[in-house]
């Protein structure tokens, strides 16, 4: 089956530009995982969807993230205003309902901001 | 909300030899804990997982072991291989929304 599918897979921006990231789960898959990876730190979990509702939320700076995921299918993540602190990698992820908890990740984008 | 604590950060060890990473977790109610390995630059893939109903696991030369009472589990690779060098991530997961909370990684250095 093909993977998970994230663009673009660099992006480098000044603070205060806005940058949004794409996500295409493996077909089927019911949940979705936006996670952000800081250099030298494990994933954290910014947003989860189940189909296109967001079930936990509780870890993104709402301030200037955003997230949608239209039609239960792709995502879209958005920093509007970028801070030098959000340079990270963003990682999308999912997994398919009855298959337990087995999330299959993205390549992630890794965004610079200067 | 779940705390994952994982030792050590970092780990050599020399080619043949055996390498233990353990973790700890606070929520009693997580059931299904996943290991991932994260090689420089790429993604973390799942190399094994254990579920709360069972008390170790083992596919080939990686084992993982949990202790529900005292709320932690351990990675065991056996045999290290170069390749085998990577960051390893701890996880654990509860709910019925699947909600998963890694660990802080150990870098794992296999020495040839």
């Known amino acids: 089956e093909a993977g998970v599918a994230q663009s673009p897979r660099y992006k480098i921006i000044e603070k205060r530009q806005s940058v949004a990231f794409w996500c295409n789960p493996i077909?089927?898959?019911?949940?979705l995982y936006w996670y952000q990876q800081i250099l030298g730190q494990g994933p954290k979990l910014l947003i989860q969807?189940?189909?296109?509702?967001?079930?936990?939320d509780s870890q993104l700076p709402k301030d200037r993230f955003s997230a949608e995921r239209l039609k239960g299918v792709d995502s879209t993540l958005k920093i509007q205003p970028a801070k030098l602190e959000d340079s990270a990698v963003y990682l999308c992820?999912?997994?398919?309902?009855?298959?337990?908890?087995?999330?299959?990740f993205g390549p992630g984008t890794r965004l610079t901001v200067l | 909300g779940e705390n994952v604590e994982q030792h050590p950060s970092t780990l050599s060890v020399q080619e043949g030899d055996s390498a233990v990473i353990k973790c700890t977790y606070s929520?009693?109610?997580?059931?299904?804990f996943p290991w991932y390995k994260q090689e420089l630059g790429k993604r973390p893939q799942l190399i094994i997982d254990?579920?709360?109903?069972?008390g170790e696991k083992k596919d080939q030369r990686i084992a993982v072991t949990l202790n529900k009472t005292a709320k932690h589990f351990s990675l065991h690779i056996t045999e290290t291989q170069p390749e085998d060098s990577a960051v390893y991530f701890c996880?654990?997961?509860?709910?019925?929304?699947?909600?998963?909370?890694f660990g802080t990684g150990t870098k794992l250095q296999v020495i040839p």
């Open positions: 077909s089927g898959h019911a949940t």
């Open positions: 992820a999912s997994s398919a309902e009855g298959r337990g908890h087995t999330q299959y």
């Open positions: 254990i579920r709360s109903n069972v």
């Open positions: 929520d009693s109610a997580s059931n299904y």
């Open positions: 969807f189940q189909n296109n509702g967001v079930v936990d």
């Open positions: 996880a654990a997961s509860a709910g019925g929304y699947q909600k998963v909370t």
